[in-house]
């Protein structure tokens, strides 16, 4: 599955196969997750928030390739990608394993993934350091086999994330 996941509308057209999936964050209700541990203890792998975020963690867990879309601020995911991420916490479980040297959650049916992710926006030199450092180190939580993030313009948004899709189509 390819999963295009975006926190602002994006004005162009996904190529339409039962593997592509674009969602629309903005467009959502996904309330903040309240830090409850429902979703490991209470309701392994559900959370017990019943809003818009429970049909999206699953379509993440399940992608191999994955594209987010999100403006950064302060060198972080801009709040609508981040209140998603967070609320994708019920695809892994409580439990602790060795990765790559290092202590990481085990995934609850997770596929590795391909990602790419755009960031957009006014972004410092300093900003961009500091994100890419951030997604260097969930890369491994959120098993991207492979990462790429690139930056754009708001401008250059809509061309940049259609390049990326095309890319789908040759692999």
Same mark, same amino acid.
């Given at each position: 599955?390819?999963?295009?996941?975006?926190?602002?509308?994006?004005?162009?057209?996904?190529? /339409?196969?039962?593997?592509? &999936?674009?969602?629309?964050?903005?467009?959502?209700?996904?309330?903040?997750?309240?830090?409850?541990?429902?979703?490991?203890?209470? =309701?392994?792998?559900?959370? #017990?928030?019943?809003?818009?975020?429970?049909?999206?963690?699953?379509?993440?867990?399940?992608?191999? @390739?994955?594209?987010?879309?999100?403006?950064?601020?302060?060198?972080?995911?801009? =709040?609508?990608?981040? =209140?998603?991420?967070?609320? !994708?916490?019920?695809? &892994?479980? !409580?439990?602790?394993?060795?990765? *790559?040297?290092?202590? *990481? *959650?085990?995934?609850?049916?997770?596929?590795?993934?391909?990602?790419?992710?755009?960031?957009?926006?006014?972004?410092? @030199?300093?900003?961009? &350091?500091?994100?890419?450092?951030?997604?260097?180190?969930? !890369?491994?939580?959120?098993?991207?086999?492979?990462? @790429?993030?690139?930056?754009?313009? /708001?401008?250059?948004?809509?061309? =940049? #994330?259609? &390049? /990326?899709?095309?890319?789908?189509? !040759?692999?």
């Amino acid at each position: 599955m390819n999963l295009l996941l975006s926190d602002t509308p994006l004005q162009f057209e996904l190529p /339409e196969r039962p593997e592509n &999936q674009y969602i629309d964050l903005s467009a959502l209700k996904i309330a903040n997750c309240i830090g409850c541990f429902g979703c490991w203890v209470k =309701t392994p792998g559900k959370c #017990v928030i019943r809003d818009d975020a429970t049909s999206i963690y699953p379509a993440i867990a399940k992608s191999e @390739r994955l594209i987010y879309v999100s403006r950064v601020k302060f060198g972080c995911y801009d =709040t609508v990608m981040k =209140t998603m991420l967070e609320r !994708a916490i019920p695809i &892994q479980q !409580a439990f602790i394993r060795i990765y *790559h040297g290092e202590t *990481h *959650h085990v995934q609850r049916n997770v596929k590795e993934k391909d990602a790419v992710i755009i960031a957009y926006g006014e972004i410092s @030199r300093e900003e961009q &350091q500091v994100f890419l450092r951030l997604v260097e180190r969930n !890369a491994y939580n959120m098993l991207f086999r492979s990462y @790429r993030v690139l930056f754009a313009a /708001e401008y250059e948004l809509a061309p =940049t #994330v259609k &390049q /990326e899709v095309g890319l789908w189509d !040759a692999l």
